[in-house]
């Protein structure tokens, strides 16, 4: 061990004495030279490896540069684009920039790339191999568990993957029962909605054409909404009230929020330019500083605003916690909480906030339907009410049980078709979401949707799945929510080995570029594991070889 | 990533919200109340950038209007005034005259005219009696000036004027009736103040009741207690083309008329301001004033300088002018009363308007180019040497967030080989925009982080603004606030501005006292975490007030000696400076030399420190417009200055980003920053061939650095900056004059940009006889042609070596600049016609002041009848310190060689060794692919402070 210490030390000696003599000797001619290219420099002269010029052995590292490229300077810093190969013995071989040479920091931890004596370099490749191997060691046994886990995800991905094949074929098969269903209740609705409007145009012609304008108005909505569960998210079946405002709000919020935006942009800057001069004087002096201050932070100035108006942001602040965590309550089924592109918490919270106004709320179809003019219609037909609403029902039933049944399949039919990895090992992954708080924000990553940051029940969108990239080793999420004066959010997440699923350094380098970590088993690859195996054994072999 | 503090909205990865995001759940009320002021504000973001109504024109300012249209009244003959010569005498070896304006005996003005030695003439004029003092700014003119003074003997006499006689041919004629001076070569008219008849010193007054003296701006309104105090005149250059100078703006080198026929426009201000978001083409004036205008011409160069801080325009008049605003404009009498029987003569008329102070005027004689700038800075100074590291590349970001993103960011220049030497942090780095404070959570090691960054010979920058948060907690703002150092306000309290800490006030920098107090705040036992590599930067020093009137401090604002803010406005960042210099070089006492830039400057900041062309734009046009920026600073004294690489706000694309690397390589201080919002911008994040391209612009500025150093020290010297105009080489090539897309690097270095997307050619002017060579390929081009030159994105700029001169570079490629420092020279000689050339080479410890005690290399090489000898320029005597290098002269590199010379197998002989060199063909630079056109000496090994000479065989 000691003697294996001792050797680069001794011969390292005789390139101390030659330094001195600042143009290189023979002796150290093969100075930076890997042991693979020895050979290309022995003959009596070489090429360039450009190809450019031939040049006699006594120019190999005279510390001239001849070869633009760097060929005849290896061990030297001679030629700015050469390259120095330090054997590293204990340790692995490097092979440093030119600039490196003689420089009076020592990069080799054998020190051969200080060799001018100006800067005293000592042998720490025992340590740092030593150091490395260990790691080397860890790492290999991070990968091997790592696999096993891998694996197994693997397997119950696929797994995973043939029930929901089942499954999608059981819900196709229940679609063609319950369309059948539906159809033959269809007609017999038909025929007795057909009865009741000759029976009611015979007791009251005004009051009967009244009763059947309304019916086919709505009997034609409620045609529409039947047909549209296929590509509507929202479950009918559980269509309760305060459901029900959420999509209508839903709606509206996704159709009006472009238009505040382009509002917000340049075609609006005319006005707001107008206006914007004045304003600023009417500011008062500490509002003045913050809103110049902006412009070069893009701080938003919103949320200072008269004292007044503040007291009424935290008190609306408190009670739509309370809704919100409500609303968190009653919308937990995870299968649903990323579905829509839009449906995230910040817009959820937005959705509450047309709440106040006492704007009259939509009645949904439903609700004008049955309880209303449904039985409004009926009560004058008892002989025909039972039978009728009892059809009705049936076929209320039905069609709303097959749009849930079609909106199941259309999500198992995209998840399917989805890219969970060359061997579908993220497949489990499509029901998870991963976690990471930094200081006040909270960072939630749900790959195949969305990632969002949270700060209290703010909620910013980094970004939607944007799809595996770089060879399956990194997740992007893109087209996140806009920055002021930047673009819209992004985050990259770069995959890692370990044991343990979970997110790590999330970091912004620049404004609204987000870069995270994901560790997970499911990234322990066998190649790399191998790979890893391999420069292990080199590093052990080659220890044993020097002992 | 910045916040205004006190909003408890500090922000770290939070970055900014849409419209659509900030709405969160709360009411309708705070809906609406979101919407509309970011509908409000949205529009300010992203509207036009520069906020041109919040900043004053001319008009809207009482003494500029006033005093302008007065002007033209005056010009055109109404309501004449004359100034009469009453008395006039020698006394002290000085003329001291009196001068009655229009007979009135209670308003008359004293003048001094003084001379000193290499044709400088100084002309002060003040009241006579006055109520009150009128402020004159001290520290400006050096201290060793009036040792300079010439006495004079006698006044002569001649046709009713005085003369007094200066050297070189020049005289001062003072006329008497009316008041004029001018300064004459022989018959020849070369300057003169007051041939308009424009002087006028506002007499000042004690308010009456009723004077009505206030002067509102938006919603400032300025209380101006001493009431109109202007001081306004003309000046004229005669047989001039143009004229340069009265930096800082971003417009063409050569000074459009802002007032002629045709023309209208804003004269040309200098008040220093933080303008966000400036044009690339406007005569409004930025963040620094000198108010110097230097003219040029086939025949001479002249300049002129007013020692006075206060708030200045100034008309480049065309002629016409005096008619300008009035309705008719008759075709008469604009050309003929206007001028004084001297219609054939060219001549540049200009009219200053500084809002108060003294009329303290320089007048530089020339007559050569380097003369006026060499004049200017005997008066003001000459350029500060800075240390070696500084001349090298800089890398800033607002902001480099924490200690692993510094670690990051200088792993990853290591990682692609590219070097650098000094990194940056901005404000984010601090506590609470607390300067001389960490942040604890970002930066919790800052030594570590140093020692770090320092053990690879690399340096460090942190920002220290001269704002102070109000914050009681902050015993810096405690201790300034108990000692009464503080600006106040017109009503004697504290100053409280805004800026990025929130409620801030302003140090002030006026009182010796306080720049002491300052001073001693960079020591390192009170500036906690910093270490010696760590050097400074001063921002937001104009000053910058973010609630302030134009963005700055209310002129009513009160200094040191009762002194308004008023009357020193564009020198207050200068003293700022000063101070924070003045710590660095304490913190060391005195051994080290400081290093400190800043925005903010006046006249006499080059003999402090370096500045920056301030918050500039990643578009083509500011590119191109750095130019001229930089031009007009060095010919206003300031060696040292540099635009931010890259564009301050906005994203570069990789194109533009390379383009201005490559011009950046040829700044004297070139830095690469960008706004915090931009997106990074590291010159290894675009990818091949971009990596490479910016790898190979910095490293080309490395490899000049010996010639770059050099000419630092000769603008320490004499002042001749380092980026200079081509007619200052060539005075007489007319080409020149009005060229700006160009310049010189010292004297041998021709650089012209790339200033367009996809550019395939530039149009390159070559000046003078002598032929120029192509930098890479060795190509060459004869002078006093313009020539299209092809370009592409990976031949980089177009750069030339003249014919006649050594240019002394290192080739090695380094880390940073501190490993170069043992390695090899290569030397770069470029034939003229006379097959000789020359060059110089100065070098020192690069830090130091031990070069005052003849620490230092100086050498002149000079190649001559086929011999390259290499001589000592530096003063012989025995030096009570020495400096040493033992570095070498590996290859020297001979273009413009004859072809019967250039062949193979030619030797040369190192003379006082007999000893044999190799030759060989190659090209001019280690560039691969460039033609072989030079002849090269292979490792002469001769030691660069050595006397040797080798003759080629």
């Given at each position: 061990?000691?003697?294996w ?31 693979q290219?020895?050979?290309?420099f ?5 090429w ?11 120019r190999?590292?005279d ?22 190969y ?17 420089d ?56 995973l ?14 679609e ?35 009763a ?36 209508v ?31 600023l ?28 108006h ?15 965590d ?20 910040a817009?959820r ?16 179809w ?34 709303t049980?097959l749009?849930?049944?079609?909106h ?59 799809g ?39 970091d ?7 870069v995270?970590?994901?560790?997970t ?15 292990l ?11 | ?73 005056w ?106 001076v ?6 020849d ?7 308009k008849?424009?002087?006028?010193i ?8 009723g004077?009505d003296?206030e ?36 417009t ?9 026929a ?35 011409s ?15 325009q ?32 060219k ?13 303290d ?26 240390q ?104 004697g309290?504290d ?6 800490p ?5 140090l ?22 910093s ?7 001063n ?31 564009n ?71 540099g ?17 201005w ?5 040829y ?12 997106k ?46 081509l ?10 004059f ?14 012209h ?94 830090k ?34 020495k ?40 090209a001019?630079?280690l ?6 056109s ?20």
């Amino acid at each position: 061990m000691k003697a294996w210490k001792e050797h680069p030390r001794l011969l390292l000696l005789p390139l101390l004495l030659v330094s001195h003599l600042h143009s290189a000797s023979a002796t150290s001619q093969s100075l930076g030279i890997s042991p693979q290219d020895l050979k290309y420099f022995e003959g009596s002269a070489f090429w360039c490896r450009d190809g450019s010029k031939r040049i006699p052995k006594e120019r190999l590292n005279d510390n001239f540069c001849d070869c633009e490229d760097g060929t005849d300077e290896p061990g030297t810093s001679a030629c700015p684009k050469s390259k120095f190969y330090c054997k590293n013995v204990g340790y692995v071989p490097q092979s440093l920039y030119s600039s490196r040479v003689n420089d009076g920091i020592c990069d080799c931890c054998d020190g051969s790339d200080e060799y001018d004596g100006f800067a005293k370099c000592t042998n720490t490749c025992w340590e740092a191999g030593k150091a490395s191997r260990e790691k080397l060691v860890k790492k290999v046994n991070v990968y091997r568990e790592g696999l096993k886990i891998r694996r197994s995800e693997i397997e119950s991905g696929k797994k995973l993957r043939e029930q929901n094949d089942i499954t999608l074929k059981s819900l196709r098969k229940e679609e063609k029962v319950l369309n059948e269903q539906v159809q033959k209740l269809k007609v017999e609705k038909e025929s007795i909605e057909e009865r009741e409007r000759r029976e009611r145009d015979a007791r009251e012609k005004i009051a009967k054409e009244e009763a059947e304008r309304k019916l086919k108005e709505e009997t034609a909505t409620g045609n529409i909404a039947d047909q549209q569960p296929k590509t509507d998210v929202v479950e009918v079946n559980s269509v309760d009230e305060s459901q029900n405002t959420d999509l209508v709000h839903h709606e509206t919020e996704v159709d009006s929020a472009p238009t505040a935006d382009e509002t917000a942009e340049a075609p609006e800057v005319h006005l707001t330019e107008l206006q914007e001069e004045p304003k600023l004087d009417e500011l008062s002096k500490e509002d003045l500083g913050r809103v110049v201050a902006s412009r070069w932070t893009g701080e938003d100035t919103t949320v200072h605003v008269p004292e007044e108006h503040q007291d009424h942001h935290s008190a609306d602040e408190a009670t739509d916690n309370q809704d919100h965590d409500a609303d968190i309550d009653s919308d937990l089924e995870p299968e649903h909480e990323y579905n829509e592109e839009d449906d995230y918490a910040a817009y959820r919270e937005e959705e509450q906030v047309p709440e106040t106004p006492p704007e009259p709320r939509k009645l949904s179809w439903w609700e004008r339907f049955i309880p209303g003019a449904l039985k409004r219609v009926y009560n004058r037909e008892p002989v025909n009410k039972s039978e009728a609403d009892r059809i009705r029902n049936q076929y209320s039933e039905a069609s709303t049980k097959l749009s849930t049944v079609q909106h199941q399949i259309s999500e198992l039919e995209s998840k399917l078709k989805g890219d969970f990895g060359p061997e579908g090992e993220f497949y489990s992954f499509h029901e998870k979401c991963f976690e990471l708080k930094v200081q006040k924000y909270n960072y939630k990553v749900c790959p195949f949707k969305q990632a969002i940051q949270e700060e209290g029940h703010m909620s910013t969108r980094l970004g939607n799945w944007d799809g595996f990239k770089d060879n399956y080793t990194a997740m992007m999420f893109s087209g996140g929510d806009r920055c002021w004066n930047g673009p819209d959010r992004s985050l990259r997440v770069k995959l890692r080995c370990g044991v343990r699923t979970e997110l790590r350094n999330v970091d912004e380098p620049s404004r609204c570029d987000y870069v995270a970590e994901l560790v997970t088993p499911t990234f322990c690859l066998e190649s790399k594991l191998q790979e890893l195996q391999k420069k292990l054994d080199q590093q052990v072999s080659g220890v044993h070889e020097e002992l | 990533m910045a916040s205004v503090e006190g909003r408890g909205r500090a922000r770290s990865c939070e970055g900014k919200r849409t419209p659509a995001a900030m709405a969160s759940p709360g009411g309708l009320r705070r809906l609406l109340w979101c919407v509309a002021i970011v509908v409000l504000f949205y529009g300010a973001e992203f509207g036009a950038a520069w906020k041109e109504a919040e900043f004053r024109k001319c008009h809207q300012s009482k003494f500029c209007k006033d005093v302008r249209e007065r002007a033209a009244a005056w010009a055109r003959g109404e309501s004449h005034r004359e100034i009469e010569v009453r008395e006039i005498s020698l006394k002290d070896g000085r003329v001291a005259a009196r001068l009655v304006p229009a007979g009135n005996e209670d308003e008359a003005l004293v003048l001094e005219l003084s001379t000193y030695r290499d044709g400088i003439v100084r002309v002060k004029v003040v009241e006579e009696t006055a109520p009150r003092k009128r402020f004159e700014v001290p520290q400006v003119v050096v201290n060793d000036f009036e040792e300079k003074r010439l006495g004079i003997g006698s006044i002569g006499r001649r046709d009713g004027a005085s003369v007094v006689q200066l050297s070189g041919g020049f005289e001062v004629v003072i006329q008497h009736k009316p008041f004029q001076v001018q300064v004459k070569r022989g018959d020849d008219l070369v300057l003169s103040i007051n041939s308009k008849n424009l002087f006028d010193i506002q007499h000042l007054q004690v308010k009456k009741e009723g004077d009505d003296w206030e002067d509102s701006f938006r919603s400032h309104n300025d209380k101006r207690p001493h009431g109109p105090q202007t001081v306004s005149f003309d000046v004229s250059f005669h047989g001039s083309d143009h004229v340069y100078g009265i930096p800082e703006r971003a417009t063409s080198f050569a000074l459009k008329p802002t007032k002629g026929a045709n023309i209208n426009s804003e004269p040309y201000r200098l008040f220093n301001l933080d303008v966000f978001e400036y044009l690339d083409e406007s005569p409004f004036g930025l963040y620094g004033s000198i108010p110097v205008m230097v003219s040029h011409s086939k025949k001479r160069t002249v300049g002129f300088f007013l020692l006075n801080a206060a708030e200045m325009q100034i008309d480049v008049l065309a002629p016409g002018w005096e008619q300008v605003g009035i309705e008719q404009v008759s075709d008469e009498s604009s050309s003929g009363k206007r001028s004084t029987g001297q219609n054939e003569e060219k001549r540049v008329d200009t009219h200053w308007i500084a809002e108060s102070g003294v009329f303290d005027a320089f007048l530089f004689v020339g007559p050569s180019p380097k003369d006026v700038v060499a004049q200017y800075c005997s008066v003001t100074g000459t350029s500060a040497i800075p240390q070696l590291f500084s001349t090298a590349y800089h890398q800033c970001r607002w902001n480099y967030k924490d200690e692993a993103d510094v670690a990051g960011v200088d792993a990853g220049f290591d990682e692609h080989d590219i070097p650098y030497d000094t990194i940056w942090l901005d404000i984010e780095h601090t506590d609470g925009k607390k300067y001389f404070t960490w942040d604890k959570n970002l930066f919790p090691n800052p030594k570590e982080m140093q020692n770090k960054i320092g053990a690879k010979g690399r340096h460090m920058v942190t920002i220290v603004d001269p704002h102070v948060k109000r914050d009681d907690n902050f015993p810096l703002h405690k201790e300034a606030s108990s000692y009464g150092y503080y600006v106040k306000d017109s009503s004697g309290k504290d100053f409280d501005g805004w800026c990025w800490p929130g409620a801030s006030s302003y140090l002030d920098m006026l009182s010796p006292e306080v720049r002491s107090w300052w001073a001693t705040k960079f020591s390192y036992s009170n500036y906690v975490g910093s270490t010696p590599i760590l050097y400074i930067w001063n921002d937001m020093n104009e000053p910058s007030v973010f609630n302030g009137p134009e963005t700055t401090m209310p002129k009513d604002a009160i200094h040191y000696g009762g002194v308004e803010h008023r009357d020193l406005h564009n020198a207050y960042g200068y003293y700022y400076h000063m101070a924070s210099v003045q710590g660095l070089y304490q913190r060391e006492r005195g051994t080290d030399r400081p290093f400190v830039l800043s925005r903010a400057f006046f006249a006499g900041t080059q003999k402090i420190g370096a500045i920056w062309t301030g918050d500039n734009t990643a578009d083509w046009g500011h590119i191109r417009v750095s130019v001229p920026m930089l031009l007009t600073l060095g010919m206003t004294g300031i060696a040292n200055a540099g635009a931010d690489v890259g564009g301050f706000f906005g994203n570069p694309d990789p194109e533009m980003l390379t383009r201005w690397y490559q011009l950046g390589t040829y700044y004297p201080f070139f830095r690469g920053h960008g706004h915090l919002d931009t997106k990074r911008r590291e010159p290894w994040l675009f990818g091949e061939p971009y990596t490479s391209l910016m790898r190979q612009a910095i490293s080309a500025r490395y490899q000049i650095l010996p010639y770059v150093y050099t000419l630092f020290k000769e603008a320490s010297v004499t002042g001749i900056p380092l980026v200079r105009p081509l007619w200052m080489e060539f005075p007489e090539d007319e080409s020149t004059f009005t060229r700006d897309d160009e310049f010189l690097l010292g004297p041998s270095l021709l650089v012209h940009g790339v200033y367009s997307e996809g550019a395939k050619s530039e149009k390159v002017y070559f000046p003078g006889n002598e032929t120029w060579y192509d930098v890479k390929s060795g190509a060459t081009f004869p002078g006093g042609k313009e020539v299209e030159i092809p370009v592409t994105l990976d031949s980089g700029i177009p750069v030339y070596q003249r014919a006649g001169s050594i240019i002394p570079k290192k080739l090695r490629h380094r880390r940073s600049s501190t490993q170069m420092q043992n390695d090899p020279y290569t030397l770069v000689v470029a034939l003229d016609s006379k097959y000789e050339a020359e060059g110089e080479l100065y070098i020192d410890d690069g830090k130091s002041y031990e070069f005052e005690q003849g620490a230092f290399i100086h050498r002149r090489f000079k190649f001559a009848k086929g011999k390259l000898t290499s001589t000592n320029l530096a003063p012989t005597k025995s030096n009570p310190k020495k400096f040493t290098s033992s570095c070498l002269v590996e290859r020297i590199v001979i273009m413009g060689v004859r072809a019967r010379d250039l062949v193979t197998g030619k030797h040369a002989v190192v003379e006082s060794e007999d000893r044999w060199i190799q030759t060989d063909i190659g090209a001019p630079s280690l560039i691969q692919g460039a033609y072989s056109s030079a002849l090269i000496l292979r490792l002469p090994n001769v030691r660069i402070a050595d006397d040797w000479s080798i003759k080629l065989g």
